[in-house]
């Protein structure tokens, strides 16, 4: 992360190792960055990569088109006496903002040995996790409930809209929506389901909870279709 701050390079980091940082405990060694994907921009990524030693390990290719298709490129860099880590980075992922607001959204932390890093905003880095994964939900549900738990006496309508919009337990969501019910009606067009959690009725809030994950897993699946076809092209020789 100095590395990438050094040479300039214009990324919001996110995944495992931003989930930590948001209080969510996750293990991760990879480091997924979402990058602005202009030539300048991908120039100085290349510099940093350089600079840390780091190899493309998958296809696609390292080229500023597959970036702007919505491809992942990784890399792998380190030995076994440092450990070996990956990056992978991205450009446009589904449902997510394009980067220029990703940016103007983020949030700035200091870090001990590292200094400042460029974080994607809990917001946009729940959207991000709306995945087809099974490990993403639980993910999505803790980061949720962490910012809930330390600012709901601190709430204002940002946060609101976040919780109501976003909240994942039963229970939890029946709760917000009892005490902020009057946001919660404001909601109902946007998320259906907080009119069940407004009748405090837990079954079908769990079935709303369902429909919606798995709504998102299938329209994930549907979003990687095309661009998985294309990997596949790469690894057998045939690229579009």
Not at 63 to 75: D, M, Q, S, T
Not at 157 to 177: H, K, M, N, V, Y
Not at 192 to 198: E, H, V
């Amino acid at each position: 992360l100095s590395t990438m701050r050094t040479h300039g390079v214009q990324s919001l980091l996110m995944g495992g190792q931003a989930c930590v940082l948001y209080g969510a405990a996750e293990f991760s060694r990879d480091t997924d960055l979402a990058l602005l994907a202009s030539a300048d921009n991908f120039v100085r990524l290349s510099s940093a990569l350089d600079e840390l030693g780091a190899r493309v390990i998958a296809v696609p290719p390292f080229k500023l088109e597959y970036i702007k298709r919505g491809h992942a490129i990784h890399f792998a860099y380190g030995d076994r006496e440092t450990g070996r880590m990956r990056i992978d980075v991205m450009a446009q992922m589904r449902n997510v903002a394009p980067f220029p607001e990703l940016w103007e959204r983020r949030t700035t932390l200091t870090l001990p040995e590292t200094g400042e890093v460029e974080v994607m905003s809990l917001p946009d880095l729940v959207t991000a996790k709306k995945t087809q994964r099974d490990k993403d939900w639980p993910m999505i549900r803790r980061l949720v409930e962490v910012n809930y738990f330390a600012f709901r006496s601190e709430a204002t309508d940002p946060r609101l809209d976040f919780w109501l919009g976003e909240l994942r337990t039963p229970s939890l969501l029946i709760e917000a929506a009892t005490i902020f019910g009057e946001r919660a009606r404001a909601l109902t067009q946007s998320r259906p389901l907080l009119r069940d959690a407004l009748d405090s009725n837990t079954d079908a809030v769990s079935a709303g909870l369902s429909t919606e994950e798995n709504t998102e897993r299938q329209a994930d699946r549907e979003y990687w279709a095309p661009l998985r076809a294309e990997l596949e092209a790469f690894r057998h020789g045939h690229p579009g």
